[in-house]
């Protein structure tokens, strides 16, 4: 069937010539009316069917003929799943008239024996489908999965000189070199010297300019795996606050990475905010500083930078705004007396456009300050002024009820763990993912500690605790519910049950991390979720963000006055084939978590 | 002397009615139908050679392109300029080809004694049938399926006096069948297969203007 089959969409593009031949010698075309049902539920489906022309709803069996999960359009393909299993589970319905290609279970079978990747494709959980199709999605719209390895970038060639060069002949090095650090050796270490180095020696130091450079070199280098991502580097620059990283194979130098080498390459300036964060020295140059992150995200969405690695650095650079801001309002003397906790997402380090200010400050017990409510109206009053909009439940500061000492915090914990009400739960969710950001962490850890002691084995608590996230329906359902039959709520239907399920069981596990990704690891490690099991659940959640933030920029863009009425609605006839391929699969693997959590809880019936 | 492809019929089934093509000659009781276009090198029947042949088989509203013809033939001497820049056909192209023999003896085999589909059926079937005749003694057949009848007699109830437009490319975008590889035998034979199937068991057009 030559030419109106598209070999080179994937997964049919993973075949080799002969695969593809196999593949085009076997296809039959078939052509349905409009309203035939193409597969139905119980049917053993004749094979993967590839659409030519037309439009195919998957929807559930049965009366309820409105609930439809995914459309298929040109080019689209469906009915693999329920060839391989043996059985459709759905319904198949042609919307209009449909022509389609069918190949035959047989020949499916034989291509996934032949072919390791593309049985993957087909057969595997999840994850493994993203990483597939990240790595073999030319022409689609990818590029959100592209993300440059540091080889990728300028890895400049080090200019190394041995130990007893003179500072005099490894300046004049620099400059023939054009550059502007060097690598010492000394003995079989490497240490950086960088002209601000050579400058401080002797304008400051008044050195001689024979003495020998290895003694100005730093040698605890930062160092960085070429294979790594490069967006790593500038985290790490970012945090560490430094301009080179040394890339290292193994014990073998490769050369060094340079601040501008990367931001040009992601064309933005986090590093910039950065300085200017740490830099500020009042409150209005903070505000400024705080205000270039919007941009940020925006160039990092764009360069398609992983979306986990744009949370982890907005969670670093707004938590360093808030510490920043701490510094400046809290005076200096009670600062250890008082522990500046921020939760809920931006606990997690999930927040990705500014939401909402969730924040608390302990004290320690008997602390006397008069003035603490006063200035903690004006640290939440900032914030605003700094484009933290307030937080619609009062979750913040200047509500004198999220200011508590340490004992009347942890009663309050744990009074919240007592009540079966929703909002005590919903605080209660909210404040078990706090990390602290400035002040006195001690203050913080202990309330926490005791909490954690204080729920070992309440498998009462668990079990309510665990309920909400199952209390939304299957996510599956909110497709087609809505007036447009085309919008779902995805932090109802996805990233709230992840989120909330895997915060239960990280508790119930005392795992003291906070980042949901980072729960799951541990709960990985810890062995409490199958490695599978936890990789999918990270890959949907990442999935879910994504989607929803490009949405969510579009209509703040589209928008008169940059406010997204509905930030969780995900509009689905906005996506290609490829992404709401993923969703549905990324929705399956919440619909079985939610299973496991039931089962685990006991939340049946 | 002409003599009308009916009567030729009966003269040749009396004729095979013990050979060992009888079979062709049985009436056809099964629910398939053949798809069968032909690309020649002139229009003419008595100047046209067969440069190749495809054909695919329809089973109810399935279109089995797994299951199909597509012969090349080798390039016959005319082969002139003129065919070539309707097909694109040149003599390299068939230089794998295969001989007219097996050729015709395949395609018997692919169409028993199933009827025949093609747009312009008739012409396809006469080219068929002059390469045959000498060989075999008898011409196809088979019952002859004219894919332009079958549309006009759907459309010309929709459409109240002149002409029904008959055009192969204007039936698909009237019937909104994509058309596949158009000039080569077999994609021109699955895209009438798909018009056929369209015909028969979906609405018929409404604009037919």
Same mark, same amino acid.
């Given at each position: 069937m030559p030419d109106s089959f598209k070999m080179d969409n994937i997964p049919f593009s993973l075949l080799d010539q002969s695969e593809q031949a196999l593949v085009s010698a076997n296809l039959d075309l078939a052509y349905f009316q409009q309203g035939e049902k193409i597969i139905a539920a119980g049917e053993v489906p004749e094979g993967v069917h590839v659409i030519l022309k037309g439009r195919v709803r998957e929807s559930e069996a049965g009366e309820d003929q409105r609930q439809v999960y995914v459309h298929y359009e040109n080019e689209d393909y469906f009915g693999g799943w329920s060839a391989l299993r043996g059985r459709a589970i759905h319904d198949f319905i042609a919307e209009e008239e449909t022509i389609c290609h069918i190949l035959p279970t047989r020949i499916l079978?034989?291509? =996934?024996?032949?072919?390791?990747?593309?049985?993957?494709?087909?057969?595997?959980?999840?994850?493994?489908?993203?990483?597939?199709?990240?790595?073999?999605?030319?022409?689609?719209? =990818?590029?959100?999965?592209?993300?440059?390895?540091?080889?990728?970038?300028?890895?400049?060639?080090?200019?190394?000189?041995?130990?007893?060069?003179?500072?005099?002949?490894?300046?004049?090095?620099?400059?023939?070199?054009? $550059?502007?650090?060097?690598?010492?050796?000394?003995?079989?270490?490497?240490?950086?010297?960088?002209?601000?180095?050579?400058?401080?020696?002797?304008v400051l130091k008044e050195m001689a300019l024979d003495s020998d450079v290895s003694d100005l070199a730093s040698y605890r280098l930062v160092t960085a795996d070429p294979d790594d991502y490069l967006f790593n580097a500038l985290v790490m620059m970012t945090r560490q606050q430094i301009e080179r990283v040394v890339v290292m194979s193994g014990q073998t130098l490769l050369g060094v990475v340079e601040l501008t080498d990367v931001l040009s390459y992601f064309s933005s300036h986090?590093?910039?905010?950065?300085?200017?964060?740490?830099?500020?020295?009042?409150?209005?140059?903070?505000?400024?500083?705080?205000?270039?992150?919007?941009?940020?995200?925006?160039?990092?969405?764009s360069t398609g930078v992983k979306i986990r690695f744009t949370m982890d650095l907005l969670a670093a650079m707004n938590g360093r705004i808030i510490a920043k801001l701490f510094?400046?309002?809290?005076?200096?003397?009670?600062?250890?007396?008082?522990?500046?906790?921020?939760?809920?997402?931006?606990?997690?380090?999930?927040?990705?456009?500014?939401?909402?200010?969730?924040?608390?400050?302990?004290?320690?017990?008997?602390?006397?300050?008069?003035?603490?409510?006063?200035?903690?109206?004006?640290?939440s009053e900032k914030l605003i002024s700094f484009g933290f909009p307030p937080c619609p439940g009062n979750i913040m500061v200047s509500n004198p009820e999220w200011v508590n000492s340490v004992g009347d915090w942890t009663q309050k914990l744990s009074d919240?763990?007592?009540?079966?009400?929703?909002? $005590?739960? =919903?605080k209660l969710a909210i404040a078990v993912d706090a990390k602290p950001v400035a002040g006195n962490q001690a203050l913080f850890k202990v309330a926490r500690n005791w909490f954690l002691r204080h729920l070992r084995n309440n498998d009462v608590f668990f079990s309510h605790f665990a309920r909400a996230a199952i209390e939304f329906d299957t996510p599956l359902t909110f497709f087609g519910n809505l007036k447009d039959k085309s919008e779902l709520d995805?932090?109802?239907?996805?990233?709230?049950?992840?989120v909330h399920g895997v915060r239960t069981l990280a508790l119930e596990h005392r795992i003291l991390a906070t980042n949901t990704y980072k729960r799951i690891e541990a709960l990985i490690e810890s062995g409490q979720l199958q490695e599978r099991e936890g990789r999918e659940i990270s890959e949907a959640l990442s999935l879910f963000v994504q989607l929803r933030l490009r949405q969510q920029m579009r209509r703040v863009e589209e928008s008169a006055d940059g406010f997204d009425p509905t930030p969780n609605l995900i509009e689905l006839q906005r996506l290609n084939r490829m992404e709401r391929d993923l969703l549905r699969d990324a929705l399956q693997v919440v619909k079985s978590f939610k299973k496991h959590l039931t089962l685990r809880y006991h939340l049946g019936g | 002397m002409i003599i009308p492809r009916t009567i030729r019929r009966l003269q040749d089934r009396r004729t095979h009615r013990n050979g060992p093509w009888a079979?062709?000659?049985?009436?056809?009781?099964?629910?398939?139908?053949?798809?069968? !276009?032909?690309?020649?090198?002139?229009?003419?029947?008595?100047?046209?050679?067969?440069?190749?042949?495809?054909?695919?088989r329809i089973q109810g509203k399935r279109v089995k392109t797994s299951d199909r013809l597509d012969i090349r033939l080798k390039p016959p001497h005319?082969?002139?300029?003129?065919?070539?820049?309707?097909?694109?056909?040149?003599?390299?192209?068939?230089? !794998?080809?295969?001989?007219?023999?097996?050729?015709?003896?395949?395609?018997?085999? *692919?169409?028993?004694?199933?009827?025949?589909?093609?747009?312009?059926?008739?012409?396809?079937?006469?080219?068929?049938?002059?390469?045959?005749?000498?060989?075999?003694? *008898?011409?196809?057949?088979?019952?002859?399926?004219?894919?332009?009848?079958?549309?006009?007699?759907?459309?010309?109830?929709?459409?109240?006096?002149?002409?029904?437009?008959?055009?192969?490319?204007?039936?698909?975008?009237?019937?909104?069948?994509p058309i596949i590889q158009r000039h080569t035998a077999l994609g021109d034979a699955i895209t009438v297969a798909l018009m056929y199937v369209r015909l028969k068991h979906g609405q018929s057009p409404t604009n037919t203007h």
């Open positions: 079978l034989e291509l =996934m024996q032949s072919n390791a990747l593309f049985a993957d494709y087909f057969q595997q959980d999840f994850a493994v489908k993203t990483e597939i199709a990240a790595q073999h999605g030319k022409g689609q719209d =990818m590029a959100e999965f592209m993300l440059s390895k540091i080889t990728s970038a300028t890895i400049r060639e080090p200019l190394i000189v041995e130990e007893g060069t003179s500072i005099r002949d490894a300046t004049r090095l620099m400059r023939e070199s054009k $550059a502007d650090c060097l690598l010492a050796r000394k003995g079989g270490r490497f240490g950086m010297v960088t002209g601000t180095d050579l400058l401080d020696a002797v986090s590093h910039v905010i950065g300085i200017r964060i740490e830099r500020a020295s009042s409150i209005d140059d903070l505000r400024e500083a705080a205000q270039g992150l919007n941009d940020l995200i925006k160039a990092l969405i510094d400046l309002v809290i005076p200096a003397d009670m600062q250890p007396h008082v522990c500046l906790i921020v939760m809920g997402s931006e606990g997690r380090g999930e927040q990705i456009m500014k939401t909402d200010q969730d924040n608390a400050l302990i004290y320690r017990d008997g602390l006397s300050w008069a003035s603490m409510q006063e200035v903690m109206n004006r640290f919240w763990a007592e009540t079966c009400e929703g909002e $005590a739960q =919903m995805i932090k109802k239907g996805g990233i709230f049950p992840i | 079979n062709l000659f049985e009436s056809y009781d099964g629910d398939e139908v053949v798809s069968l !276009d032909c690309e020649t090198t002139s229009l003419d029947v008595a100047q046209a050679e067969i440069l190749s042949i495809g054909a695919v005319s082969l002139t300029g003129e065919s070539i820049k309707v097909h694109k056909i040149r003599a390299s192209d068939l230089s !794998d080809g295969i001989e007219l023999e097996d050729a015709l003896e395949q395609l018997l085999n *692919f169409i028993g004694n199933r009827p025949i589909l093609g747009y312009y059926v008739n012409y396809d079937i006469r080219v068929i049938d002059k390469f045959l005749r000498p060989r075999y003694g *008898f011409g196809l057949p088979n019952k002859a399926i004219e894919l332009s009848h079958v549309y006009h007699d759907i459309i010309k109830w929709k459409h109240v006096g002149g002409d029904v437009d008959l055009r192969f490319d204007t039936i698909a975008s009237k019937l909104d069948i």
